[in-house]
């Protein structure tokens, strides 16, 4: 499987229940099974996720500041697949730990 290192992606919907839009962009890099992001747009400031790859399996933990000002973090569990275009497609299932909520949601590398 690719590496994530250096890819851009994007939500394809806006997340129900989350705070990610379609306008919010992810930043990736990864080294040795270690994965982390930078990622911003839409209602978040500034988020960081840092966590480990197994194979096609992303797990993860996440903090963020929205744009009213609020912190939240949560984890996530996301299954890498690739595109017939040979871009890659991330499904996840996240979970707030800050506040309540659970959902899924897909994000597409972007070129």
Do not use: P
């Not at 500034?46 to 000002?69: K, M, P, W």
């Amino acid at each position: 499987m690719d590496s994530l290192d250096g890819r851009k992606f994007r939500a394809v919907a806006d997340t129900v229940g989350g705070e990610v839009e379609a306008t919010t962009e992810f930043t990736y890099h990864e080294k040795d099974g270690e994965i982390w992001a930078e990622y911003a747009g839409g209602k978040i400031s500034r988020g960081y996720l840092v966590g480990t790859r197994t194979g096609d399996t992303l797990d993860f933990r996440y903090a963020q500041l929205n744009t009213a000002g609020e912190t939240n973090t949560g984890h996530c569990v996301s299954r890498i697949e690739t595109l017939a275009d040979g871009r890659l497609r991330l499904t996840e299932k996240w979970e707030w730990e800050s506040r309540s909520g659970s959902g899924t949601s897909v994000v597409q590398e972007v070129r």
